[in-house]
Each structure stands twice: as C-alpha cells, then as structure tokens.
C-alpha cells in the first residue's frame, strides 16, 4: 500500500470528524476509531491521530490500560498487527483472516514507520502481543490483571498477621494501579488467617446464632417503631422525634452487624477448604522449626502439598517464593522425619550412622562384581587380547546386578537424609524427645533382662 496523498488524509481526517473518530479534548484521551482500521485504510486512518494516541499513551499513568480505554479493544489489535508488518521490513503483511495490510519499510514517511520507534513503550507492547495472540487488548490486559492478582495473593501464603499489615502498609503508599485490588485480597488473606488459627466450628456457630438473633432483633424493633409512630401519629412532641431516632439508629446499627456477620458467614462457607489448609499451615507448619508437624494428620500431609505447590506456581516469577518453598519442603520431609524419629526411639541413633555404613560397602562389594564382569575384562586376563566371547549367563548376571546397585544407592541416598533429618536445627526438640524415651525403654529392657535372669537363677 503506498503512502496516502495530502489529499487523501484530509478527506479521511474529515470523514472522521463525521463518524464522532476524530480527536479529543485537549489533554484527554484520544477518541476511539476503529472505522479507521479497515482493510484498505488502515495507514490512512492512523495517519493523523496514530502520533498523537502514541505520545498520550506515553504520559499516561498505565499506558496498556489507556490504550484499552482508547481504542476499545478492536482498534489496537489491528495497530499492532501494523506495528508488527513495520518492524518485518519491506512488502511485508499483517492481519488475521482474510484482512492484511502492506506496511511501508521503517524509515518510510507513513505512520508505520514512525511507530516503529514506539515499539519500547509499553502500549506498543500490549498492542503488539494482542495481535500475535488473536485476543482484543482488553482481554490481554484483563489476563494480565488476573495472573498479577493472583500471584500477589499467593505470595501472601504463610505470612503472619504483622507481616500482612505491613505489606497493606506499604501498598498504600506504593505507585501500584493496583493497589486497590491488592489491599483487599491483603484483606481477605488477614480475615482467613485470624479465622483459620482460631475454633472454626465454634466461630461457624456463633455466627449463625449472632445471624438469627439480629434478625429477630431487628423484627421486633420494626414493630415496637410501628407501634410507636401509630401511638404518636398526632403527638410530635420533641420526647416522641427523639425515640423515633433512637429507633432508626438501632434498626440501622443493627442491620449493619447482620450484614457484618452474614458477609463473614458466606467467607467461612464459600472457602471452607482453604481454611482448613490454612489452619494446618500456622498451626503446624509455620514456625521456627518442624515441632508442630507432630500433631498433623496424614491427610494434611497429602493435601498441603498440593496446596502450597499451587501457590508456588502463581507467584514464581513475579514474588519471592523461597519461604513458601520452605515450607513445602518441611511438609514434604515429614514422612521420612517420622520414620527417622520411629527409628530412634526404637533403636537409638547409633543404628542410622550403622545402616549408612552398610549400604556403603554393600554398593562397594556390588559395584566391584559388576566391573569384574564387564565384557572383554575375563579375556583380556587370561590373555586373550582382542576377542571376546559371548556369554548370555554373564549379561543377564550384569543386568541383575545393576538393578540391585540402584536400589542400594536409593537406600543409601535415604539413609543419607536420616541422617540429616537427625542433624537438623528444625527437629532438635522432636530428636532430644525421642532420645529420653529410647534411653527409657533401654533402661527397661535392661531391668527386667536382670529380672529374668534372677527368676531362672533361682528355679
């Protein structure tokens, strides 16, 4: 498509002006066109606005929410498709379906190619990506508004109540367009945490007590008002306005608590699941070491993860996740921390640096045979260099051996991470506790060995 003529980008500018597209007020946003954008016209529209669009974008607080609110959706996906055909050079083509358009080459006189310079800003951007991806620009930007709300709302995960005030502390403050949206779901997030540490059932329960009696409250004050106006319909006495007032100021108060308590009712209703996650979380889980995993059922030990992996993979990329990593990790080792503990009691730690010592030099002993059966290793020393003889007894024997060598370094590996279960900072208190009572049943067993054996001496 060649270059539009003077001529040309005035009749254009002035149909615009007829449909209501062209321009705005000073200072504003300029006025949607997508009329402008139609197969044939689409340099020709963007002529005498596309600059224009471009540098208020620019000035904007959020360029890809002014865009969005500029072109309404249509007309940016098409300005990104030109943006894209005139960062691709000469002759080339944009466009979905059956609409295309030629783009001058960069350095040409048409707007194309004075957008091309734009492409760093963050409207050229989004313009752009809506164009690659097949989607209106306010879909993008209402994903992208999602997956940030989401990722911030994970990164909350595990925080405690300070930690969250000071996050909401520092949103206020914060140049965030989305600040709003992220003080509430800091909110929420402190709402759930003070529900989920404390007697869930109980607070169920009262709430829907607290619910029926306002509500039978608020009946019968509706009725002692309308009472009271019937009694005093003819008395406007100063006495008779002021219990009137007191009335509407009660029913009003009242009406507010109701809502309070319905609101924070249909909360605990409507994520009944993520509170019970979040309960195990704070009681359990978070600290500063893994004693409260003690008191965990197996069935949290099965759904935390899941949980707590989610938000690793919402916030990952976008917020630290290292501490929501850590407590995934402490969940994921408790299994083989009680196995460790179990194994303590009932043996003494001694046995686990024992148990290490023998996968070792049972992966040596196996690990020699395997070598001393590599093929050509029985030739070479009977001195038959350069032949080898095929022995299917011998590769089947190999193959065994293999197997059984993975499966002792998997039970040294393991042996390895009880050990470091048992030297963890994290499971001092839950190590020493199991110590006493492994030197308590020790000192047991010892007594009544001595016992028995006096019972047999005196027979």
Not at 367 to 395: A, F, M
Request: some cysteine; proline content about 4%.
């Amino acid at each position: 498509m060649t270059t539009p003529t003077s001529d040309e980008a005035t009749r254009t500018a002035k149909a615009g002006k007829r449909t209501g597209c062209a321009g705005s007020r000073p200072g504003s946003a300029p006025a949607a066109c997508t009329g402008a954008m139609a197969p044939g016209g689409v340099v020709a529209g963007a002529e005498h606005w596309g600059l224009e669009l471009a540098q208020w974008a620019q000035r904007a607080d959020h360029p890809g929410l002014g865009l969005v609110a500029a072109f309404g959706g249509l007309g940016i996906t098409r300005l990104g498709g030109l943006i894209r055909s005139a960062g691709q050079g000469p002759g080339s083509t944009s466009g979905t379906g059956a609409e295309s358009t030629t783009a001058p080459a960069p350095g040409g006189t048409g707007t194309a190619a004075r957008l091309v310079p734009q492409l760093h800003s963050a409207f050229a951007r989004l313009a752009v990506e809506a164009h690659d991806r097949g989607v209106t620009a306010a879909e993008l930007e209402a994903e992208r508004r999602d997956v940030e709300l989401r990722a911030f709302g994970a990164s909350l995960t595990g925080l405690d109540a300070q930690e969250i005030e000071a996050v909401m502390r520092g949103l206020e403050t914060a140049p965030d367009t989305l600040a709003d949206q992220k003080l509430d779901i800091a909110r929420r997030a402190a709402r759930l945490q003070s529900i989920a540490v404390g007697d869930v059932p109980a607070r169920l329960t009262e709430l829907e007590q607290s619910v029926a009696d306002l509500r039978g409250r608020q009946d019968r004050a509706r009725e002692e008002k309308n009472d009271l106006v019937l009694q005093t319909r003819a008395l406007f006495s100063s006495s008779a306005q002021r219990t009137r007032e007191e009335r509407r100021r009660l029913m009003d108060d009242l009406a507010a608590l109701e809502k309070a308590h319905t609101e924070e009712l249909e909360l605990i209703r409507r994520n009944i699941k993520e509170i019970d996650m979040l309960r195990a979380l704070f009681l359990c889980v978070v600290g500063p070491d893994a004693s409260g995993l003690q008191k965990m059922g197996n069935g949290y030990l099965e759904g935390l993860p899941a949980f707590l992996g989610t938000r690793i993979d919402e916030a990952r990329g976008r917020y630290d996740v290292s501490r929501i990593d850590a407590l995934l990790a402490r969940v994921e080792r408790e299994p083989l921390a009680r196995e460790t503990l179990a194994a303590i009691r009932a043996r003494g730690p001694e046995r686990l640096y024992a148990s290490r010592d023998v996968f070792q030099q049972i992966l040596a002993r196996k690990e020699w045979t395997l070598h001393s059966l590599e093929p050509g290793r029985l030739e070479r020393l009977l001195g038959r260099w350069g032949s080898r003889t095929e022995d299917p007894e011998r590769d089947a024997v190999r193959r065994g051996l293999a197997g059984e060598i993975e499966q002792v370094r998997a039970d040294l590996a393991k042996a390895a991470q009880r050990i470091a279960v048992f030297e963890s900072e994290e499971y001092r208190g839950r190590v020493a506790r199991e110590m006493r009572a492994h030197e308590t049943i020790s000192t047991a067993h010892v007594r009544l060995d001595h016992i028995q054996r006096t019972a047999r001496a005196m027979r």
